[in-house]
């Protein structure tokens, strides 16, 4: 069984940079389809960034709402994923998590807690 922590949430102004990491242990995420969703208050969570691990490749797949400002990797030495967000509104203000799914998985088995990250303007 995978567990996922996520960190690096905080409090940034808008137009800043955040970096959110999402260690794992008991698994190795190298070979697993991994994602970062986030929930604002009062909305439903929301899936931002898709990495869809196969043998023949990694794809990655980000929603409109992030794409060109947010950018998932993975360092499978330290068993961690990352998510670089640039260029931060008020509206990217929520709580974010990291997700993997195990092979064979339709959907996501594994999910971290969650790391906060509000955007004052």
């Known amino acids: 069984q995978v567990q996922l922590v996520e960190s690096g949430g905080g409090l940034v102004q808008a137009g800043g940079s955040v970096r959110l990491s999402c260690a794992a242990s008991g698994g190795t995420i190298s070979t697993i389809s991994m994602a970062w969703f986030r929930q604002a208050p009062g909305s439903a969570r929301e899936l931002i960034v898709q990495n869809n691990w196969s043998w023949t490749g990694t794809t990655t797949y980000y929603a409109d709402s992030v794409k060109g400002r947010f950018t998932i990797s993975r360092d499978n030495a330290k068993n961690t994923m990352y998510l670089q967000m640039n260029s931060l509104k008020p509206e990217d203000t929520a709580v974010y998590y990291c997700?993997?799914?195990?092979?064979?998985?339709?959907?996501?088995?594994?999910w971290g807690r969650g790391a906060q990250v509000i955007v004052s303007s």
């Open positions: 997700a993997g799914s195990s092979e064979g998985s339709i959907g996501y088995d594994y």
